[in-house]
T-cell receptor, first 109, second 111 residues
Framework: EDQVTQSPEALRLQEGESSSLNCSYT??????LFWYRQDPGKGPEFLFT???AGEEKEKERLKATLTKKESFLHITAPKPEDSATYLC??????????FGKGTSLLVTP | DTEVTQTPKHLVMGMTNKKSLKCEQH?????MYWYKQKAKKPPELMFV???????INESVPSRFSPECPNSSLLNLHLHALQPEDSALYLC??????????FGPGTRLTVL
């Protein structure tokens, strides 16, 4: 059975303090690993898709990387507007995205 | 355009009411999804439509009835809901096997 575990559950950073979020996964036949950002009461916003180990994607202050067992979302010099819940999900052999429980990020000025 | 729209934004209904949630996308995606999300939990898949045919029903109670009138529209008909069905209902779409794009959601409250 596909499993996705995200850590930490919550992270508090000072503005400008870089850090990484972790997503560990087990899946039979990975067809994609996805990162989303979700603000309270809103739908998840797509950030990145990673397909194979060694792949990296960047967008502004965010960089996602993938190995055979985990993915990292690196946040460089975060700003308060980066505060959100970050969700990791994997797509295996079915249609269903298997989500982790998310990391709640708070960036303080 | 990577936009999925959902109406209404908020819905309050009694346990005897019948209501519908609507979702629309114009990205040419052939797969559309309904998810349910409770507070501080990840989204849970309810239904998947692929090429306008229901392909997955994740053991959802019959008081939730999905409908896909065409490739751009997805409805979720609600009847005789329970208070525990109160949640954020999310619609998503994708090209098959690719990233899913989510709508803003409908916040449903069942009294």
């Amino acid at each position: 059975e596909d499993q996705v575990t995200q850590s930490p559950e919550a992270l508090r950073l000072q503005e400008g303090e870089s850090s990484s979020l972790n997503c560990s996964y087990t899946v039979s036949g990975l067809r994609g690993l996805f990162w989303y950002r979700q603000d309270p009461g809103k739908g998840p916003e797509f950030l990145f898709t990673l397909y194979s180990a060694g792949e990296e994607k960047e967008k502004e202050r965010l960089k996602a990387t993938l190995t055979k067992k985990e993915s990292f979302l690196h946040i460089t010099a975060p700003k308060p507007e980066d505060s959100a819940t970050y969700l990791c999900a994997v797509l295996g052999t079915g249609y269903a995205l298997n989500f982790g429980k998310g990391t709640s990020l708070l960036v303080t000025p | 355009d990577t936009e999925v729209t959902q109406t209404p934004k908020h819905l309050v209904m009694g346990m005897t009411n019948k209501k519908s949630l609507k979702c629309e996308q114009h990205m040419g995606h052939r797969a559309m999804y309904w998810y349910k999300q409770k507070a501080k939990k990840p989204p849970e898949l309810m239904f998947v439509y692929s090429y306008e045919k229901l392909s997955i029903n994740e053991s959802v109670p019959s008081r939730f009835s999905p409908e896909c009138p065409n490739s751009s529209l997805l409805n979720l008909h609600l009847h005789a809901l329970q208070p525990e069905d109160s949640a954020l209902y999310l619609c998503a779409s994708s090209q098959t096997n690719n990233e899913q794009f989510f709508g803003p959601g409908t916040r449903l409250t069942v009294l």
